[in-house]
């Protein structure tokens, strides 16, 4: 090697250097942004660049549809009440059930001045997000949406899609008009289709993904996507927390964790919220008290539980979600031709 060759290669660890050490700093600066629970009723973190407060935990729309409707009410005013104030939900969710129950529940009381809601637009074309946008609107009796993603993008084409058919001219016209305020997008499927639409020519206000211990080990989002929304200023939005597949949650129910330790794993990582199913009013308690008493692991308990799922994990047997079209939803598979069953 010669000395220019010498100093190129020197340059360019120090660059990457710099650059990790630049993305270290970011992380640690989400964590220890969370604020204390006693103003707010449970600890907030900055969302991105939109520099709006929402709290570390976010109410799951979907697991919300899939209740007793009075039931489903109880809960979200009670989550409101004890400052679970950060609510997600899609277009598609039970065939609009999640958003309609959830409009209920935000009508009662002046409620929706106490929620930053967020909801996701199911198509990529101009005409089919502005009736998306009209439905959701209609359905959570609002006349304006705190956040608007982009859902499932999960397919090669799909942030290609979102630009070339009309979608983000929609969501840009939306949010012009005051029908929306911060724009996103989420999908569960490859970190390098989350990367195409964070390189797409927009500039991101946050990016929801898969995040869990097991994630660590197969098609990493916590590795390779997170790093990029930190250095974008993009909010990472968590979800998938106990890694799905099983009522209890894959890492409950086949490898002993208990869910504390599995989502204080993902409020120790850089994420502003994770999603949270909830389906009881005990649920809803566990996720306050969890909320409300966390503390961050350090990087030798963050290791420790890594270390402890290494082995399941490297495959990807309990992410199906990630390379199986199990848990695609069926209006993204009929949108890409693919079979219901």
Same mark, same amino acid.
């Given at each position: 090697?010669?000395?220019?060759?010498?100093?190129?290669?020197?340059?360019?660890?120090?660059?990457?250097?710099?650059?990790?050490? !630049?993305?270290?700093?970011?992380?640690?600066? +989400?964590?220890?942004? $969370?604020?204390?629970? !006693?103003?707010?009723?449970?600890?907030?973190?900055?969302?991105?660049?939109?520099?709006?407060?929402?709290?570390? +935990?976010?109410?799951?729309?979907?697991?919300?549809?899939?209740?007793?409707?009075?039931?489903?009410?109880?809960?979200?005013?009670?989550?409101?009440?004890?400052?679970?104030?950060?609510?997600? /939900?899609?277009?598609?969710?039970?065939?609009?059930? !999640?958003?309609?129950?959830?409009?209920?529940?935000?009508?009662?009381?002046?409620?929706?001045?106490?929620?930053?809601?967020?909801?996701? /637009?199911?198509?990529?074309?101009?005409?089919?997000?502005?009736?998306?946008?009209?439905?959701?609107?209609?359905? &959570?009796? $609002?006349?304006?949406?705190?956040?608007?993603?982009?859902?499932?993008?999960?397919?090669?084409?799909?942030?290609?899609? +979102?630009?070339?058919?009309?979608?983000?001219?929609?969501?840009?016209?939306?949010?012009?008009?005051?029908?929306?305020?911060?724009?996103? =997008?989420?999908?569960?499927?490859?970190?390098?289709?989350?990367?195409? &639409?964070?390189?797409?020519?927009?500039?991101?206000?946050?990016?929801?993904?898969?995040?869990?211990?097991?994630?660590?080990?197969?098609?990493?989002?916590?590795?390779?996507?997170?790093? +990029?929304?930190?250095?974008?200023?993009?909010?990472?939005?968590?979800?998938?927390?106990?890694?799905?597949?099983?009522?209890?949650?894959?890492?409950?129910?086949?490898?002993?964790?208990?869910?504390?330790?599995?989502?204080?794993?993902?409020?120790?990582?850089?994420? $502003?919220?994770?999603?949270?199913?909830?389906?009881?009013?005990?649920?809803?308690?566990?996720?306050?008290?969890?909320?409300? /008493? =966390?503390?961050? &692991?350090?990087?030798?308990? &963050?290791?420790?539980?890594?270390?402890?799922?290494?082995?399941?994990?490297?495959?990807?047997?309990?992410?199906?979600?990630?390379?199986?079209?199990?848990?695609?939803?069926?209006?993204?598979?009929?949108?890409?031709?693919?079979?219901?069953?």
């Amino acid at each position: 090697m010669n000395e220019l060759e010498r100093k190129s290669s020197r340059r360019q660890f120090v660059q990457g250097a710099g650059a990790a050490m !630049s993305v270290a700093a970011l992380a640690k600066q +989400v964590v220890a942004q $969370t604020s204390s629970a !006693s103003a707010t009723g449970l600890p907030t973190r900055v969302l991105g660049r939109t520099g709006q407060r929402v709290c570390i +935990v976010c109410l799951g729309g979907w697991h919300i549809g899939a209740i007793d409707k009075d039931e489903a009410v109880r809960i979200m005013h009670a989550a409101i009440d004890e400052g679970l104030t950060f609510f997600d /939900n899609a277009w598609d969710y039970h065939d609009g059930g !999640s958003e309609e129950i959830m409009g209920k529940a935000l009508a009662q009381g002046g409620r929706r001045k106490q929620v930053f809601l967020m909801t996701k /637009n199911c198509e990529r074309d101009y005409a089919g997000s502005m009736k998306n946008l009209d439905d959701s609107l209609r359905r &959570m009796k $609002t006349d304006y949406l705190d956040l608007w993603q982009f859902h499932e993008n999960n397919y090669d084409n799909d942030p290609d899609w +979102v630009f070339e058919k009309g979608g983000m001219k929609a969501a840009l016209e939306a949010q012009k008009a005051g029908k929306v305020r911060y724009i996103g =997008f989420t999908g569960h499927k490859d970190p390098r289709i989350h990367l195409k &639409m964070l390189a797409k020519p927009h500039a991101w206000d946050t990016a929801q993904m898969p995040i869990n211990l097991l994630d660590a080990h197969f098609r990493s989002f916590q590795k390779e996507v997170v790093p +990029v929304c930190l250095r974008k200023n993009v909010g990472v939005i968590g979800m998938k927390g106990l890694a799905g597949g099983h009522p209890q949650g894959r890492l409950i129910a086949e490898m002993g964790l208990t869910a504390t330790e599995a989502y204080r794993y993902c409020l120790s990582l850089p994420v $502003t919220s994770q999603v949270v199913g909830i389906t009881s009013m005990e649920q809803l308690k566990e996720d306050i008290a969890l909320a409300r /008493n =966390f503390k961050p &692991m350090t990087a030798a308990e &963050m290791n420790a539980l890594r270390d402890r799922v290494k082995e399941p994990g490297l495959d990807g047997r309990h992410e199906l979600f990630k390379s199986t079209q199990t848990f695609d939803g069926p209006h993204h598979r009929k949108q890409h031709g693919f079979a219901l069953a």
